[in-house]
T-cell receptor, first 118, second 114 residues
Framework: GAVVSQHPSRVICKSGTSVKIECRSL??????MFWYRQFPKQSLMLMAT?????????EQGVEKDKFLINHASLTLSTLTVTSAHPEDSSFYIC??????????????FGDGTRLSIL | GNSVTQMEGPVTLSEEAFLTINCTYT??????LFWYVQYPGEGLQLLLK?????DKGSNKGFEATYRKETTSFHLEKGSVQVSDSAVYFC?????????????FGQGTILTVHP
């Protein structure tokens, strides 16, 4: 149980393109989803916390207009990288916490999306 | 604030060797503690967890004990396999107003040779 699916797994596109990444909880409802960015051989950097039906909370230094997050349902959150540039190339990972789980439960992670901007 | 510190890597071992990856934390209150594993090109998988002092998390031969007196959550395995090669992350969850938010250590790369 507690499966999180992330799509696409890899995307390559031209500079200036907007890219949408989907994060779905397949077998549970997720009140909260998280979006991370990971640079090579580094730890995860939290970008934003997404709660269903409300605006995302962004971490300091993360551009809200560059990284648009929508959490329209209890099973789906999307991250859109707008007007992507080569410096946005990275590994993006989402995670989710379910409504049924009590506090202090683990996050369940998707398999990540490798974004390459040419 | 909360922080998690892991031992520096990379760690290189021979198959069947004993593994320890140190992890210490600072937090206000009593966090839950987790170990996650990341295989190349993939997301993170929960390896084990402990939610209160003296709890021992275990899974797939890995163990870690929540030590409040030393604020530690060291990961151990008695006999590693080549398939254990991955990056290991220690993390804490402060709960409360930061519900669900994880603080990660920097990750430790483990390579196991046959």
């Amino acid at each position: 149980g507690a499966v999180v699916s992330q799509h696409p797994s890899r995307v390559i596109c031209k500079s200036g393109t907007s890219v949408k990444i989907e994060c779905r909880s397949l077998d549970f409802q997720a009140t909260t989803m998280f979006w991370y960015r990971q640079f090579p051989k580094q730890s995860l950097m939290l970008m934003a916390t997404s709660n269903e039906g409300s605006k995302a909370t962004y971490e300091q230094g993360v551009e809200k207009d560059k990284f648009l997050i929508n959490h329209a349902s209890l099973t789906l959150s999307t991250l859109t990288v707008t007007s992507a540039h080569p410096e946005d190339s990275s590994f993006y990972i989402c995670s989710a916490i379910g409504t049924e789980f009590p506090g202090n439960q683990p996050q369940h992670f998707g398999d990540g999306t490798r974004l390459s901007i040419l | 604030g909360n922080s998690v510190t892991q031992m520096e890597g990379p760690v290189t071992l021979s198959e069947e060797a004993f593994l320890t990856i140190n992890c210490t934390y600072t937090a206000t209150g009593y966090p839950s503690l987790f170990w996650y594993v990341q295989y190349p090109g993939e997301g993170l998988q929960l390896l084990l967890k402990a939610t209160k002092a003296d709890d021992k998390g275990s899974n797939k031969g890995f163990e870690a004990t929540y030590r409040k007196e030393t604020t530690s959550f060291h990961l151990e395995k008695g006999s590693v396999q080549v398939s254990d090669s991955a990056v290991y992350f220690c993390a804490s969850n402060a709960g409360g107003t930061s519900y669900g938010k994880l603080t990660f250590g920097q990750g430790t790369i483990l390579t196991v040779h046959p």
